[in-house]
């Protein structure tokens, strides 16, 4: 399985463990709450869907008359099929929040997984962020020695983009700290004391509306790719 093929079936299960979705509204939710997703295609997302229903994590079911008049525009079949997480599929999901290997770090499998924060246990969610601090902070180091090193042929323009993206993930870099300080602090994201209940919800919004710190989390910066 690829990395992408992999995030988006992470984003499909964890959206699915809301509620159940046919086609069009899960693309649709994709699409508006995880930005990360906005080039998937149905041509991209079916075969998602069918690999997850032969892996017996979802079900197919026929639609209510609402959610078929919702779908009605894109006719067809398989607009009328509701999914819905399994108990092996909702099981398949938590074991897939529990992972914390460098996938987690990197932008899109970051995003995701910070869109479903809310429902990922504390320690689990230290140890993402301190792993893509530690990845931008990488970024970083590589950005300024490239900088320096061809600082004199580059142009005015070019100059200032690779400033910018410098600037961007800095300002990621600063997000983070901040975030990662309420985490031990046990406060969420408002900065307010809640003990444990930091840990069930550090997300504002629906699970997958993602925080807009300087930059876009998730997103790569216009000067990542100085080497």
Excluded at 68 to 83: C, M, N, S
Excluded at 129 to 157: C, F, N, V, W
Aim: glycine share 10%.
């Amino acid at each position: 399985m690829s990395r992408r093929s992999g995030i988006l079936e992470f984003a499909v299960l964890g959206l699915l463990r809301e509620s159940p979705m046919h086609g069009y509204e899960l693309r649709k939710r994709l699409n508006t709450s995880l930005g990360v997703f906005r080039a998937f295609s149905y041509g991209t997302l079916y075969p998602c869907l069918k690999t997850l229903v032969a892996n017996g994590w979802l079900i197919e079911e026929p639609g209510s008359t609402a959610e078929d008049a919702l779908a009605a525009p894109l006719a067809g079949r398989r607009a009328k099929i509701v999914y819905r997480l399994t108990a092996e599929g909702k099981e398949h999901f938590e074991e897939l929040l529990s992972q914390t290997g460098p996938d987690a770090y990197e932008d899109e499998h970051f995003a995701a997984r910070f869109a479903f924060f809310g429902r990922t246990p504390q320690d689990v969610r230290m140890r993402v962020l301190e792993g893509r601090r530690s990845r931008l902070e990488e970024r970083l180091e590589k950005m300024s020695a490239s900088l320096a090193r061809t600082r004199e042929r580059l142009d005015d323009y070019t100059l200032e983009l690779q400033r910018h993206g410098m600037e961007s993930v800095e300002r990621e870099v600063r997000w983070l700290n901040e975030l990662i300080e309420s985490e031990r602090a046990g406060r969420d994201l408002k900065g307010s004391a809640s003990g444990g209940a930091a840990q069930q919800d550090t997300t504002s919004g629906e699970p997958g509306d993602l925080p807009r710190p300087g930059g876009t989390p998730g997103t790569d910066s216009p000067g990542d790719t100085a080497t």
